[in-house]
Each structure stands twice: as structure tokens, then as C-alpha cells.
């Protein structure tokens, strides 16, 4: 039990130790380096050896890996070009309104959709499942700017019920946010309660299906009973790997859903450093998204291990 | 099985074979839609520069923000051009790049795959972890780098999709070909002393081909929304082309007062992505494969 959790963790690890040598190899082979992207065409003579030596690049390059993978693990992520400020203290608020966002959407989407998956699998093929279904399907295939662009002009514009672009400072107190995320926070669950409630349907019909509820069917167990003593424990449980799956796939779609309505997070910071060629901005994000999704991974995995005594002797799944 | 089957199995032709499947999607109500949503896009996407009523660059001043009308069906956009032509030539440009990437994707996330779980071991180990890696980075920074330091040409794009959505595909063949590498067929035909190439070719592959096909199909839809992203945050098309997620993004601003610049291009993306999803459910229905539970990874 210990070895499997320890075993995991060493992968994740690793996996997040590939990702930094990814982003680093990728950013020194693409063309050009953070200074002559950063200085553009005055990257000759004075102004870029000052440039290299002011950003240390002027040692080989798996001295610079080294001294920025030391520095990263303290939290230190050097200093952004177009700011010049540490990358700290730029990501820190950003890092907040993000997690404020996600958290919001994680902690609205999850209950409607178990709700929505339990109903549509126990009433399979009839009209509310039909109906759900529908609803499902529209929200999860419809990519995440539309949606947004779409809630922005029937909510904001037509009927003019709340703000459709947050026109906030980045250090704002949580409760002036309030106002301006609920258009983003439905944005985002929507498409993420889709996937969820599409995944416990799956496995509420699969559990349903199988020998022992059938068995629990035939003995004269109460319906109700049956299905919440005996058929959503056994169900929810594979969903919570999935889910995490699903919330860690979002990644990407929060950063449209953020530029869609300038919201001061992570995600926009993605496109503005981007489009800045902020490749040092670039590399400390590439390694914050990808902890967050292996964490995320990583604490499912744990939980599905907690509460399923029979893979605590199991060797664990991949 | 009964034997008899087996043999009518083996008589028909791959063109039987491909219209039964067809025929077994359609019979769903929603491989119905889904199938004719496609066809109708795939048609319109052949036949839109025939059939276009103006010039989709021609910019007329005069014309700005017109209302629909019967000269201008979807009314005109913020430079004065007309916006159905623009909406019906606008998902030509996205069908072609993300087609093309698919099947790049397939290729080589497939065999990659299928190699890694044939031989298994150490190699398998070093891939996996590597691919683990790559799936850990969001897919929209990864792609924004890669456009932003390359350029958007469909070169450079079609590659960079075909990479990046092939490694979900990866980990589906390796499954797959997990499931069949301890059949006796395979085992036997190990100890006939076939080559690896000769197993993979003549045993796994008709043996995973349904899956990884059916992965293909579900990542075209994926790709098709990454790639509109990418046009919608203007790192796709450039500026003239019409192309739906560049044209939603560009009529946003001006939506309070002219909507239907930003409905007809949002029809479109999303009645195509619709079509590819649900003509991919059908398809694994058909084919027998399970694809719910899965995460959109």
C-alpha cells in the first residue's frame, strides 16, 4: 500500500522532471532564443550580447537547465522580459483567480452532475434521459468559445442581467470578483458537467447491468435501496480517475474561457506571454499546468485507492 | 461462432464490409444526423467557391454591418463583406487542416503504439513515460508555442496538429494491442518464426484497426476544436482567409449591435463538430466499441 502510493508519486515525479526537459529542449531548438524573439530586430552586436549575459545565456545549455530546474523547485522561476518583474509575483494572483474560477466550476459542476448521470441511467431511453442527453451532447462538443460567446450575448447583451467582461485589476478581493465569474464559472461547467454526467450514466448502467444487482433485484430489495446502497458506491467509484481526467483535460479550455471574457488568470496570462515571446514566462506556465495536471491525476489515483479496499493488494492501474 | 458464418464472413468484399457499417450508423437516430451533417459539410465544403454569390475579400465601405436581407442573406460584416459567402467557404480551410493532421495523427500515433505494446519492456517503459509527459502539457500551450515561433502556415500546422493529437492515440493501440498480444494466433504465429514486422502487419493490425480508427474519428472532432481555437485566438488562419473561428473572434466586439456576423460563423463550427462527434459515436457503436467512459484525453 505505502510502496504504491510512494511508487506513484516517484512516476509523477518523473514525468514532471520530462516535461521541464520538454519545454526547455523545445524552447532552445525552436528558432530564435528568448532575446532575439524579445529584441527583435535590434538582436545584433551590443544590445544582444548584453541581453545574453543579463539573462545568463551565455553558458552551455545544460548549465542554464540546471541552475533554472534548482531555482524552479524553490519557486523561483527568474524574471519575466516583458515585466521585468519575477515571474513570481506575476503568477501569484493569477494562480489565485484561476483557482478561484476552477473551484467554483469543480464545485457546482460535480453535484448537478451526478444528479444528471444518476437520473438519465436509471431512467435509460425514456424521455428524461432522452432530453438530458440532448442537452449533453450540445454542451460538451460545443467548443468553449463559442459557448462563452454565446452566454455573453444572450446574458450580458440581450437581457442584460450581469457584466460579460470582467474589467477588473488583477489583485482584486474575492467578493468585487463575485459578480463578474458567475458567466465564466457557467461557461466551464457546462462543458465539464457534460463529460462528467455522460461518464456516471456509463457506469451507473454498467453497474446495473451486473449479476449482483440482479441478484439484489430478484431477493426483493427495494429499489432505492438498492440503488444507493448497492449500485452508486460500486459505480462512482471508477468515475472519480475519469473525472480527474476530464478536469485536468480543461486546462486548455480555461485558457479560451479566460480570454473570451478577459478574466485576470492563468490562462490569459498563457496568450499574453505568449504573444509577448516571454519564453521564460512560457516555461515557469508549461511546468505550473503540467504539476497541476499530474497532482490532479495523482490525488485521484490516491482516492480511488483509499476507498476501494480490493486494490489496496492489487498492483495499481496505470 | 458458427462455421457458416465465418465463411459468409470471409466472402464479402471490403466495399460490402464498409456499406454495412454505413448502413448499421445510419439505422440510429443519431448517426443519422450525425452522418448527414457531415455529408452536407464535406458537400458544402467541395462546392462553396462555385456556388459563392460575392467576393469573400471584396470590401465594400458602403455596406457596412447590413442587416440580412434578401440581397445579403446573413447581412454583411464590419468591413462591408458578405457573410454568407464568407460563412459557407469559411470550413474549408479548418476541414482540410484538420483531415490531413487525423490521419497523420493515426499513423503514427497508431503504429507507435501497437510497436510499444508488442515489444513491451524497457522501451515500452521510456516511450510511455515520454508520451505521459506531452499529454501532461495542455495541448494549447504547447500548440500556441509551436504557431507562435513557426508561423500559421498550413505546413507548419498540419504536422504540429497531426503531433500533437497522435498521442492520445498512442496509449488506445497500445491497449488494444495489449488485449490481442497473448491470443494463441499470436503466439503461434511467434513460434512460426515470424518476424515482428509480419505480426504487426499481419496480425495486430487487422485485429485494432476498429479501435484506433474510431480514436482517429473522435480526434478529428478534438482537433477541429483545437484548430478553431487557435483561429479564435489568432494564432490559426491569417486575416483574409475566412475561416469560422477567426471570423466569430473578429465580429465579437460588434456582436451588441450585429449578431448575425457571430451566429452564422457559430452555426457552422458548431454544426460540423456536432456532426463529427456524433458520426464518431456511430461509428463505435457499429464497430462495437465502448467509448463512454473514456476522458477526453
Not at chain 1, 124 to 138: G, H, Q, W
Not at chain 1, 249 to 267: D, I, K, M, R, S
Not at chain 2, 179 to 206: L, M, Q, Y
Not at chain 2, 253 to 272: D, E, N, Q
Request: hydrophobic share 55%; with cysteine; charged share 15%.
Amino acid at each position: 500500500m505505502l510502496f504504491l502510493i510512494i511508487k506513484r508519486i516517484l512516476l509523477g515525479l518523473i514525468t514532471l522532471f520530462i516535461v521541464s526537459l520538454i519545454t526547455f529542449v523545445g524552447t532552445e531548438i525552436l528558432p530564435g532564443d528568448a532575446c532575439t524573439t524579445y529584441l527583435e530586430r535590434q538582436a545584433f552586436g551590443e544590445q544582444l550580447e548584453a541581453c545574453y549575459i543579463r539573462l545568463g545565456l551565455n553558458v552551455p545549455a545544460y548549465e542554464r537547465y540546471v541552475s533554472w530546474a534548482v531555482n524552479a523547485i524553490k519557486g523561483d522561476f527568474g524574471y519575466s522580459l516583458s515585466g521585468e518583474m519575477p515571474i513570481k509575483e506575476v503568477l501569484g494572483p493569477r494562480i489565485k483567480n484561476s483557482l478561484v474560477l476552477a473551484s467554483a466550476a469543480i464545485f457546482i459542476g460535480i453535484p448537478i452532475a451526478l444528479i444528471l448521470g444518476i437520473v438519465t441511467a436509471l431512467w435509460r431511453d425514456k424521455l428524461p434521459d432522452v432530453a438530458i442527453s440532448t442537452v449533453t451532447i450540445f454542451a460538451m462538443t460545443i467548443p468553449e468559445f463559442i459557448s462563452a460567446t454565446l452566454l455573453i450575448l444572450i446574458i450580458a447583451i440581450w437581457l442584460e442581467w450581469l457584466p460579460g467582461i470582467v474589467i477588473v485589476p488583477t489583485d482584486v478581493s474575492f467578493l468585487e470578483l463575485l459578480p463578474n465569474i458567475i458567466l465564466p464559472v457557467i461557461a466551464i461547467a457546462m462543458i465539464m458537467t457534460a463529460h462528467m454526467a455522460r461518464m456516471v450514466r456509463s457506469s451507473v448502467i454498467q453497474v446495473m447491468a451486473s449479476e449482483y444487482v440482479q441478484m439484489a433485484i430478484l431477493k426483493g430489495v427495494p429499489y432505492w435501496k438498492m440503488v444507493f446502497k448497492h449500485v452508486l458506491p460500486n459505480a462512482l467509484l471508477p468515475a472519480i480517475n475519469v473525472v480527474a481526467l476530464t478536469i485536468a483535460w480543461l486546462l486548455g479550455g480555461v485558457v479560451v474561457t479566460e480570454v473570451v471574457f478577459n478574466y485576470p488568470g492563468l490562462g490569459r496570462l498563457v496568450i499574453e506571454s505568449i504573444s509577448n515571446r516571454d519564453l521564460p514566462t512560457v516555461q515557469a506556465l508549461a511546468i505550473i499546468l503540467a504539476s497541476i495536471y499530474v497532482s490532479i491525476n495523482l490525488l485521484a489515483d490516491l482516492m480511488t485507492l483509499m476507498l476501494n479496499p480490493r486494490l489496496k493488494t492489487l498492483q495499481i492501474r496505470k | 461462432m458458427k462455421l457458416d458464418n465465418i465463411y459468409q464472413e470471409e466472402k464479402k468484399s471490403n466495399f460490402a464490409k464498409v456499406s454495412e457499417i454505413i448502413i448499421t450508423m445510419a439505422s440510429r437516430p443519431s448517426g443519422f444526423i450525425g452522418l448527414s451533417i457531415l455529408i452536407f459539410h464535406l458537400i458544402l465544403a467541395f462546392i462553396s467557391p462555385y456556388i459563392a454569390p460575392y467576393d469573400f475579400k471584396a470590401i465594400n465601405p458602403t455596406l457596412m454591418l447590413q442587416a440580412p436581407s434578401a440581397e445579403y442573406w446573413f447581412g454583411t460584416d464590419d468591413l462591408g463583406r458578405d457573410v454568407f459567402t464568407r460563412t459557407i467557404l469559411g470550413g474549408r480551410t479548418a476541414l482540410t487542416i484538420t483531415f490531413f493532421g487525423s490521419l497523420i495523427a493515426l499513423l503514427w500515433g497508431g503504429l507507435l503504439g501497437i510497436f510499444c505494446g508488442l515489444v513491451g519492456g524497457k522501451t515500452d517503459d521510456i516511450v510511455m513515460r515520454i508520451v505521459d509527459a506531452f499529454l501532461s502539457i495542455p495541448w494549447i500551450l504547447a500548440m500556441l508555442l509551436i504557431v507562435s515561433l513557426l508561423g500559421t502556415s498550413t505546413e507548419v500546422l498540419i504536422p504540429a496538429l497531426g503531433f500533437f493529437y497522435g498521442k492520445g492515440i498512442v496509449r488506445v493501440a497500445r491497449a488494444a494491442t495489449h488485449d490481442v498480444i497473448a491470443k494463441d494466433f499470436i503466439v503461434s504465429a511467434r513460434a512460426r518464426g515470424h518476424s515482428n514486422f509480419s505480426i504487426i502487419w499481419n496480425e495486430i493490425i487487422p485485429n485494432v484497426r476498429d479501435a484506433i480508427l474510431v480514436e482517429g474519428a473522435m480526434r478529428w472532432s478534438w482537433m477541429l476544436l483545437g484548430f478553431s481555437s487557435l483561429s479564435f485566438l489568432g494564432f490559426g488562419v491569417s486575416p483574409p482567409t475566412p475561416d469560422w473561428g477567426l471570423m466569430i473572434s473578429n465580429a465579437r466586439g460588434l456582436m451588441s449591435f450585429a449578431y448575425w456576423s457571430v451566429i452564422a460563423p457559430i452555426v457552422g463550427l458548431s454544426s460540423l463538430i456536432i456532426g463529427i462527434n456524433l458520426t464518431a459515436d456511430a461509428f463505435a457503436k457499429a464497430l462495437g466499441i465502448d467509448r463512454s467512459t473514456k476522458a477526453p484525453v
